[in-house]
């Protein structure tokens, strides 16, 4: 597989941050790739890196948040906007480089959450 740096996501993603209040997320500790020959049906991932990096080799907590060009890349700036707003719901507000899961007892990352959250910030 093929990556390239995504500048226009990281941008966008910026922007994002500061629309939604997501002031747990740290910019520079937010990393936007786009893939190439992916063989995935989702338009993005998110990679989280585990506590051990953390804790054995001292390295802060970062995410490379995954544009699949072939997916991605053919959804309207709308449908792009959603796809990266659900992906920064994945960082949980400790940003310990873990990540959410669609389901827990606190919350639900899903397009009804993500619709709600547009319609909020008006986006």
Same mark, same amino acid.
């Given at each position: 597989?093929?990556?390239?740096?995504?500048?226009?996501?990281?941008?966008?993603?910026? &922007?994002? &941050?500061?629309?939604?209040?997501?002031?747990?997320?740290?910019?520079?500790?937010?990393?936007?790739?786009?893939?190439?020959?992916?063989?995935?049906?989702?338009?993005?991932?998110?990679?989280?890196?585990?506590?051990?990096?953390?804790? &054995?080799?001292?390295?802060?907590?970062?995410?490379?948040?995954? &544009?699949?060009?072939?997916?991605?890349?053919?959804?309207?700036?709308?449908?792009?906007?959603?796809?990266?707003?659900?992906?920064?719901?994945?960082?949980?507000?400790?940003?310990?480089?873990?990540?959410?899961? @669609?389901?827990?007892? @606190? @919350?639900?990352?899903?397009?009804?959450?993500?619709?709600?959250?547009?319609?909020?910030?008006?986006?």
């Amino acid at each position: 597989m093929k990556y390239a740096p995504a500048p226009e996501i990281q941008k966008k993603i910026e &922007v994002l &941050v500061g629309r939604l209040n997501f002031t747990h997320i740290k910019l520079k500790n937010i990393h936007c790739i786009r893939s190439f020959d992916a063989k995935t049906r989702a338009y993005a991932r998110i990679w989280g890196m585990s506590k051990l990096f953390h804790e &054995v080799a001292g390295l802060e907590p970062n995410y490379i948040i995954e &544009v699949i060009a072939k997916r991605f890349d053919k959804l309207s700036e709308r449908e792009q906007i959603k796809t990266l707003i659900h992906e920064l719901m994945h960082i949980p507000k400790t940003f310990s480089g873990a990540l959410l899961s @669609h389901r827990g007892p @606190h @919350h639900a990352i899903n397009d009804r959450e993500v619709e709600k959250i547009l319609k909020l910030f008006s986006i």
